[in-house]
């Protein structure tokens, strides 16, 4: 075993990544809520925005693990990396084009580059250092990514909504150049943010390829013409079968919270665009804070308890949303968003346990189950839409992935095959 010191500059450079892809998911909600304006959209049309992101995680990790297997992870990471950058610039033709395919295209070019950096970046981090510490390893990677996440919604969401929303009726008479002014002034909003991080997509590529990563597990093997690139025999390991299952849902349930805040703020709460942005930096920060604290609680705690325990804490924040709505349901999703916070991640690392040399393809399943983000936050979506007097009933739908969660924790992460 390496000294654990060795892992340090690997780690870091790692955990960046968990930073830099949370940015880039966590801009959705605001950019929902802005293509709401630009092209005209209602919640359930603007909701397949997450669709097209998260397509990408279903269709691409198998083709992902595949391409680690027989290059490495540090190539994939690379790849992702370059891909992401590449349809962070596509904002710049698309805002002349002002179409929304334009814009789901260019979203499942940046989910898909950013598909590589999970589907690497997840197995990376359990196997460097201790499988016993595992998953506090990568809970207090994934705080990165919390990080990430704070910065899109508090800061970043601030430079793309510009406070106002018009439509062809309400536009004021005096405005200057009229509607096609007012659509291009939000339409190059858009851009800035994405500039930004396709910059420092290509600035850590650069980093990465002058970079010296170890090898793990299988990785300095290049094996025989017999060894599988992808290994559907993992499937045989119960615990990884519910780990993609608890996967699925948690991913939906927090998505469907997540992308429809800030339209649950404006639309239903009553609340300006800049007031709602800065609810949903605080529900993020929320995040950041649950990533901190669980990842210091589960030196002491078993991370499988601590799962159960928060599951049925949001099964009940949950009901409360259902029922109330207004400001307390939106008091409430601050909580669920502190206790979703070590979710992800201890689900992750506890399916992925004793799988050996099946890792890279029991992680391609992992987070090929994220596809739960591309078809469950459209049902709520759709669930808000249709029923708008009830919408708070919407929030029943997160309130049963939560359920899968919690018997995650109870018993489906048991490793007995």
């Given at each position: 075993?390496?000294?654990?010191?060795?892992?340090?500059?690997?780690?870091?450079?790692?955990?960046?990544?968990?930073?830099?892809?949370?940015?880039?998911?966590?801009?959705?909600?605001?950019?929902?809520?802005?293509?709401?304006?630009?092209?005209?959209?209602?919640?359930?049309?603007?909701?397949?925005?997450?669709?097209?992101?998260?397509?990408?995680?279903?269709?691409?990790?198998?083709?992902?693990?595949?391409?680690?297997?027989?290059?490495?992870?540090?190539?994939?990471?690379?790849?992702?990396?370059?891909?992401?950058?590449?349809?962070?610039?596509?904002?710049?033709?698309?805002?002349?084009?002002?179409?929304?395919?334009?814009?789901?295209?260019?979203?499942?070019?940046?989910?898909?580059?950013?598909?590589?950096?999970?589907?690497?970046?997840?197995?990376?981090?359990?196997?460097?250092?201790?499988?016993?510490?595992?998953?506090?390893?990568?809970?207090?990677?994934?705080?990165?990514?919390?990080?990430?996440?704070?910065?899109?919604?508090?800061?970043?969401?601030?430079?793309?909504?510009?406070?106002?929303?018009?439509?062809?009726?309400?536009?004021?008479?005096?405005?200057?150049?009229?509607?096609?002014?007012?659509?291009?002034?939000?339409?190059?909003?858009?851009?800035?943010?994405?500039?930004?991080?396709?910059?420092?997509?290509?600035?850590?590529?650069?980093?990465?390829?002058?970079?010296?990563?170890?090898?793990?597990?299988?990785?300095?093997?290049?094996?025989?013409?017999?060894?599988?690139?992808?290994?559907?025999?993992?499937?045989?390991?119960?615990?990884?079968?519910?780990?993609?299952?608890?996967?699925?849902?948690?991913?939906?349930?927090?998505?469907?919270?997540?992308?429809?805040?800030?339209?649950?703020?404006?639309?239903?709460?009553?609340?300006?665009?800049?007031?709602?942005?800065?609810?949903?930096?605080?529900?993020?920060?929320?995040?950041?804070?649950?990533?901190?604290?669980?990842?210091?609680?589960?030196?002491?705690?078993?991370?499988?308890?601590?799962?159960?325990?928060?599951?049925?804490?949001?099964?009940?924040?949950?009901?409360?949303?259902?029922?109330?709505?207004?400001?307390?349901?939106?008091?409430?999703?601050?909580?669920?968003?502190?206790?979703?916070?070590?979710m992800y991640p201890t689900q992750f690392s506890l399916?992925?346990?004793?799988?050996?040399?099946?890792?890279k393809s029991g992680s391609a399943f992992l987070v090929?189950?994220?596809?739960?983000?591309?078809?469950?936050?459209?049902?709520?979506?759709?669930?808000?839409?249709?029923?708008?007097?009830?919408?708070?009933?919407?929030?029943?739908?997160?309130?049963?992935?939560?359920?899968?969660?919690?018997?995650?924790?109870?018993?489906?992460?048991?490793?007995?095959?």
């Amino acid at each position: 075993m390496k000294n654990n010191n060795s892992y340090k500059l690997p780690l870091a450079l790692v955990f960046s990544l968990f930073f830099l892809w949370a940015i880039s998911s966590n801009l959705l909600p605001t950019m929902i809520r802005q293509l709401m304006k630009t092209c005209e959209l209602n919640t359930f049309e603007a909701s397949f925005t997450e669709t097209a992101y998260w397509l990408a995680y279903f269709i691409f990790p198998i083709p992902i693990a595949m391409f680690m297997k027989r290059y490495s992870y540090k190539a994939g990471i690379i790849f992702g990396l370059v891909l992401a950058a590449a349809g962070g610039l596509l904002f710049f033709p698309a805002a002349m084009l002002k179409e929304y395919w334009a814009y789901l295209c260019i979203f499942f070019v940046i989910a898909t580059g950013m598909c590589f950096l999970e589907t690497a970046a997840n197995p990376y981090v359990t196997a460097l250092g201790d499988a016993a510490t595992a998953p506090q390893r990568l809970n207090l990677a994934q705080s990165f990514n919390g990080l990430g996440a704070f910065i899109a919604a508090m800061f970043l969401s601030k430079l793309i909504l510009s406070g106002t929303h018009y439509t062809r009726e309400t536009l004021p008479a005096d405005y200057p150049g009229g509607w096609e002014a007012y659509i291009q002034f939000e339409t190059d909003a858009m851009k800035t943010p994405y500039l930004a991080l396709a910059v420092l997509l290509l600035v850590i590529a650069g980093i990465f390829i002058f970079s010296r990563l170890p090898k793990i597990g299988d990785e300095g093997q290049r094996g025989t013409s017999k060894e599988k690139l992808i290994d559907f025999s993992v499937w045989k390991r119960s615990h990884l079968r519910w780990g993609v299952i608890a996967q699925f849902f948690y991913n939906g349930g927090q998505t469907a919270i997540n992308s429809l805040f800030l339209v649950y703020c404006c639309s239903y709460a009553g609340i300006s665009e800049s007031e709602a942005t800065t609810y949903f930096g605080l529900y993020m920060l929320a995040f950041l804070l649950g990533r901190w604290i669980g990842t210091g609680l589960m030196i002491r705690f078993r991370p499988q308890d601590m799962l159960l325990v928060y599951a049925l804490v949001n099964i009940l924040l949950c009901a409360v949303v259902a029922v109330c709505g207004g400001w307390i349901g939106l008091y409430a999703m601050l909580g669920i968003s502190f206790f979703m916070s070590i979710m992800y991640p201890t689900q992750f690392s506890l399916a992925l346990k004793d799988l050996g040399s099946q890792t890279k393809s029991g992680s391609a399943f992992l987070v090929m189950s994220i596809v739960g983000n591309a078809c469950l936050p459209q049902f709520t979506a759709y669930l808000m839409h249709v029923n708008e007097q009830m919408y708070h009933l919407a929030y029943v739908v997160p309130m049963v992935c939560f359920l899968f969660c919690a018997y995650y924790g109870w018993r489906g992460y048991k490793v007995l095959d």
